[in-house]
């Protein structure tokens, strides 16, 4: 016999449940088919009814975001594994979870709703075994949690391996580090300083009734209390800001190209930082954005276009200049590298399920092979700007002392800065400190 929630009229539906079984899907999409967590929830938000969407994007990133340490408590409450065939059960299972360790979900709401989202994932068969879990770990509370203290994995909700990594590299800061990536992100706005100046955007901000600060390092930053829709910026229809974290806002200024000077931009997608770049130096002699990705060059030409900026846009591979490339220098280059990623986890949690160890070499012998191929493409005197989003010194300054190492007309241009750590090269921003992302940059200059 179906079971009916107290209060609720029989036959009538279960207020969110529809939100956690597409919350399932999502999370399972990521964790089994290594899908990205924008990709798995991009359908499922367009299948459910437009109220519940808030709760499944909460409950996919939120589920996603302490996975690590939902499924040690899954395990633990579990009396035998649940088989392969009923790893929709598993995330639901993650979930459910999630809405009771995390989330603060009233027990009640937490577990009827999940029971009933077995129906939609029609897994009827589990709804005992997911009513019995979720009010185990009720009962189990308190020892559950004594119990994951002791557990890194559980404790800190990152995969084994990037735990020791994180240990390794940051002996003193790991634990911060791991923490920040289980934070939520601020967000927070570049203000185009051609079109207005900071304070006064704070001013119509708090006309609006948007509370924001002026961030510390960026000079056209703005953090806002709490998150809201880009519809609802004054003036983001008309380019007045765009949304950059504040560490991203850092390239700019340190490229700091010359009026006539010719830039590079050479993984430019979706294009915040040649946008930056444009209204930071509106004299620069030309911009060419290129990425190796048509459909993220889509997203920079309708920011270009929103902006009001131009650049020359071309796709093509920073591996083999040879195909774009028309042989004049350029006087200025900036390699926002692809990589790992681990320093926006806080931002894209469906990292920790999709990077494997492997990835990190990998990673980092395509950057460098990305620093050898622009190299030539560099004016002498000029300079390339080296920035990844990473937190992993092989992706970051070993990879640019070893190319330094192997290019003797390449030495680092040093700056001085008030964020982040200096490295060997460059400097480290770990994810949290002043509320940035985590994030690398190195400056090399021509001989
Ligand atoms: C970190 S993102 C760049 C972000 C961008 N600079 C911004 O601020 O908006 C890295 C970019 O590198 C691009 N990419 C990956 N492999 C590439 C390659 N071989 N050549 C050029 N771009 C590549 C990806 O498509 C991605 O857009």
Redesign the pocket.
């Known amino acids: 016999m179906r079971r009916i929630a107290p209060g609720r009229a029989r036959g009538a539906p279960i207020m969110g449940a529809a939100a956690r079984a597409a919350a399932a899907r999502v999370v399972r999409a990521v964790i089994d088919r290594g899908r990205s967590l924008e990709a798995a929830l991009t359908p499922e938000l367009g299948a459910i009814a437009a109220e519940d969407a808030p709760l499944c994007r909460e409950l996919s990133f939120g589920t996603l975001r302490f996975e690590p340490r939902l499924a040690w408590l899954a395990e633990r409450l579990l009396r035998q594994p649940l088989p392969a065939s009923a790893r929709d059960v598993h995330a639901l299972l993650l979930v459910g979870l999630y809405q009771l360790d995390q989330l603060g979900t009233p027990p009640h709401v937490a577990v009827s709703t999940t029971v009933e989202a077995c129906r939609h994932l029609r897994q009827n068969w589990a709804c005992a075994l997911v009513n019995g879990t979720l009010r185990n770990f009720e009962r189990y509370q308190p020892s559950l949690r004594a119990e994951a203290e002791a557990s890194p994995v559980a404790r800190f909700a990152h995969p084994p391996w990037m735990i020791q990594a994180a240990r390794r590299d940051y002996p003193h800061e790991w634990q911060a580090l791991l923490e920040a990536n289980n934070a939520r992100a601020p967000m927070t706005l570049r203000v185009n300083l051609r079109a207005t100046s900071r304070e006064l955007y704070l001013r119509r901000l708090a006309a609006a009734g948007i509370s924001a600060a002026a961030t510390v390092h960026s000079r056209c930053g703005v953090t806002l209390a709490a998150p809201l829709a880009v519809s609802i910026l004054p003036g983001f229809d008309d380019g007045q800001v765009s949304v950059?974290d504040e560490a991203?806002q850092l390239?700019a200024p340190l490229l700091a190209p010359l009026p006539g000077q010719r830039v590079l931009?050479?993984?430019?997608?979706?294009?915040?930082?040649?946008?930056?770049l444009l209204e930071a130096s509106p004299q620069v002699g030309e911009l060419l954005a290129?990425?190796?990705?048509d459909r993220?060059?889509e997203r920079?030409r309708s920011?270009l276009a929103r902006l009001s900026l131009n650049a020359r846009v071309q796709t093509?591979?920073?591996?083999?200049p040879q195909s774009w490339w028309d042989g004049r220098s350029f006087e200025r280059i900036?390699l926002?590298?692809?990589?790992s990623?681990t320093g926006v986890i806080r931002r894209h949690p469906d990292i920790k399920a999709l990077r494997r160890p492997s990835d990190i070499q990998a990673l980092a012998s395509?950057q460098g092979r990305?620093l050898g191929a622009l190299w030539p493409l560099l004016a002498r005197g000029g300079k390339l700007l080296y920035?990844?989003?990473s937190v992993f010194p092989e992706e970051n300054h070993l990879t640019v002392q070893e190319f330094l190492a192997a290019t003797p007309d390449a030495t680092e241009a040093g700056f001085t800065a008030a964020w982040g750590r200096a490295s060997p090269v460059g400097r480290q921003i770990l994810p949290g400190e002043g509320n940035m992302d985590g994030f690398f940059y190195a400056l090399l200059v021509k001989h």
Do not use: I
């Open positions: 950059q991203a390239a931009d050479a993984c430019a997608a979706p294009g915040g930082k040649a946008a930056h290129v990425d190796a990705d993220r060059l920079l920011t093509g591979s920073a591996l083999q900036l926002d590298a692809p990589c990623a395509m990305m920035s990844t989003c």
